[in-house]
């Protein structure tokens, strides 16, 4: 295909579907009445294909995507307003876990749900490194406990604060400042002298989610597809938790990075613990907003 954006006027139903959906306006209706590509805005495709999404007689066409591999039909149950809210409101973080593996086919299923978390941009940015061996991660919780043990000093040194404050930034200063140092000053004894886990809580698996290190800002993708796998994991009669303490600890540690195989060339951004519930939850808990104003 030559252009980015081609319209087969042969099968086209002039439904102005296409002019409507596309986000860049890259479809009009012409003169004639029929539906066409505009030839200045065609640079602006981003292949999220909405366009040939919402088309029924499979008549636009996007350089780079196919009906036949990157399409899928879809149905919405008559119940799907009942089902979203069971998912989301009995689904809790879980640090609690069996000490049961979590079969390499769940997990899959696990990964094939976060690839349908929206991007800000097609095509989706972020890789997956998927963790299943509960032996390479009882091996890295010593080292991680190493590093932070040192952060907690650090954090004490005004000097050496100032310089972590530039650093990380005023916003994740504060959440380390008033919450993760004084976890950690509790936690690292029982971690070290009582061979407590409060870092990956002893979970069978983790996925963690890395950027390129010269990407675009995409942390609002990878959290947004984190939260995917939190619900796809509960979906599946599984627990998670999404934990930040986990990412820096990788990323900074070259023999942290070596045991999880992390590319030189990638960060880790966000990390998901998964495995099964140790414990059942017999209610949700209801978060109030901060504030809602309508306007």
């Not at 938790?241 to 990412?247: A, E, F, G, K, M």
């Not at 414990?279 to 504030?291: A, M």
């Amino acid at each position: 295909m030559n252009e980015k954006v081609i319209i087969d006027e042969t099968t086209c139903r002039n439904c102005m579907v296409c002019t409507e959906i596309c986000p860049n306006r890259i479809m009009r209706k012409n003169e004639s009445g029929r539906a066409e590509v505009r030839k200045e805005r065609a640079s602006l495709c981003f292949s999220c294909g909405q366009c040939m999404s919402a088309c029924s007689s499979y008549s636009v066409k996007v350089d780079g995507l196919s009906y036949e591999k990157d399409m899928f039909n879809v149905s919405v149950p008559a119940e799907s307003e009942e089902i979203f809210n069971s998912i989301i409101q009995s689904r809790r973080s879980v640090r609690n876990f069996k000490d049961k593996p979590v079969p390499a086919d769940v997990l899959e299923k696990i990964v094939d749900a976060v690839s349908y978390a929206p991007p800000a941009f097609p095509p989706v940015k972020y890789s997956l490194m998927v963790v299943s061996d509960r032996e390479l991660l009882k091996k890295a919780l010593p080292l991680m406990i190493e590093m932070y043990e040192k952060l907690v000093k650090m954090m004490k040194n005004p000097f050496i604060r100032y310089f972590i404050k530039k650093e990380v930034g005023k916003k994740r200063f504060k959440t380390m400042d008033e919450h993760l140092v004084s976890i950690l000053e509790s936690d690292i004894p029982l971690m070290k002298n009582e061979g407590e886990d409060t870092l990956m809580r002893n979970a069978p698996a983790m996925l963690l989610f890395l950027e390129d290190r010269d990407s675009e800002d995409i942390n609002a993708d990878i959290y947004i597809a984190v939260t995917i796998g939190t619900l796809a994991a509960h979906s599946y009669g599984l627990g998670s938790t999404i934990t930040d303490i986990i990412p820096p600890a990788i990323q900074r540690n070259p023999d942290l990075r070596k045991l999880f195989r992390i590319p030189e060339d990638k960060n880790v951004v966000a990390a998901l613990i998964i495995g099964y519930p140790k414990y059942r939850y017999h209610r949700g808990i209801k978060r109030k907003i901060k504030s809602v104003e309508w306007i």
